[in-house]
Nanobody, 115 residues
Framework: QVQLVQSGGGLVQAGGSLRLSCVGTGYIFSMKTMAWYRQAPGKQRELVAAIASGGTPTYVDSVKGRFTISRDNGKNTVYLQMNSLKPEDTAVYYC?????????WGQGTQVTVSS
């Protein structure tokens, strides 16, 4: 079965950096677009970044130039490097893969940015 296991995150001051990791198993990792979403309290879950199987990344405008999504297919792992963090980046972050039109989610990781 598909499993996504996240690590990383935590508490950081504004301007700091964090890196999230997500290991995917139960499917052919290299063939799937991987994505990171986030959900802040009282808000809808939003797509932050995605990386296609070929490595092409896309980002929501609010994180462009600050966040970098990457993947290591040999390790079945997708990363989200977050730099110049802002308080508005505070949220629970989830990795995601869609397989046969079904969304699978990691367990979620809290990222808190203090001002």
């Amino acid at each position: 079965q598909v499993q996504l296991v996240q690590s990383g995150g935590g508490l950081v001051q504004a301007g700091g950096s964090l890196r999230l990791s997500c290991v995917g198993t139960g499917y052919i990792f290299s063939m799937k677009t991987m994505a990171w979403y986030r959900q802040a309290p009282g808000k809808q879950r939003e797509l932050v970044a995605a990386i296609a199987s070929g490595g092409t990344p896309t980002y929501v405008d609010s994180v462009k130039g600050r966040f970098t999504i990457s993947r290591d297919n040999g390790k079945n792992t997708v990363y989200l490097q977050m730099n110049s963090l802002k308080p508005e980046d505070t949220a629970v972050y989830y990795c995601n893969v869609k397989r046969w039109d079904v969304d699978y989610w990691g367990q979620g990781t809290q990222v808190t940015v203090s001002s």
